[in-house]
């Protein structure tokens, strides 16, 4: 998979490809935030080659603008939800697998970004706080914050238990909270 952006009029695009199970090459475009355009190629006409498919991808959308999106500007967000023991319970479990699948669809059918991975276990500071936490790394914070947010609550994800923080993907400090579900709990610790 291959994915470039370009700015154009204070809005974000996207173009990304990949080949599909059944030999297809699916090219995807549009406006970051929204879902978007497909259109299938047959790989066949490539060779069946990696190389002459990223060649065409790039030579045709290079020359519309698009480029790598530079990791400068991207932002790591988390969600988090609460759990009640260190190895968490089969809920904990189920919701990791599922809200991880279908964050990962949502921001990469919108153009935002991707599911990076999780953990689970002891929050930083206080070890008898429990926390299963799914990173997300994403091209604009606030419209990811939203699709998370719209996601969670669309599949009922326990929606109402999440905390979101986020922070500059290349600065290694603290997250800074920008969501909680519960309005008097506005702390946030990894």
């Given at each position: 998979m291959k994915k470039l952006y370009k700015f154009d009029k204070d809005e974000l695009w996207y173009a990304e490809y990949w080949i599909s199970d059944l030999k297809k090459v699916i090219i995807h475009t549009g406006k970051v935030g929204t879902k978007g355009t497909t259109e299938e190629l047959d790989f066949s006409n490539f060779d069946q080659n990696d190389k002459k498919l990223d060649d065409f991808f790039q030579d045709r959308f290079r020359k519309m603008g698009f480029n790598e999106f530079h990791s400068d500007n991207l932002y790591w967000l988390v969600v988090q939800y609460k759990m009640k023991s260190l190895k968490g319970n089969t809920r904990d479990y189920w919701l990791r697998d599922k809200a991880t699948d279908y964050l990962n669809d949502e921001l990469g059918w919108k153009g935002l970004g991707h599911v990076d991975g999780f953990d689970m276990g002891k929050t930083i500071t206080d070890s008898k706080k429990f926390v299963l936490n799914i990173f997300c790394v994403v091209v604009n914070e606030e419209l990811g914050i939203n699709a998370i947010k719209?996601?969670?609550k669309e599949y009922r994800l326990d929606y109402t238990q999440i905390k979101i923080a986020s922070r500059k993907y290349s600065?290694?400090?603290q997250y800074k909270l920008k969501y909680?579900?519960?309005?008097?709990?506005?702390?946030?610790?990894?």
């Open positions: 719209r996601c969670l600065f290694d400090g909680s579900a519960k309005k008097n709990d506005q702390t946030f610790n990894i």
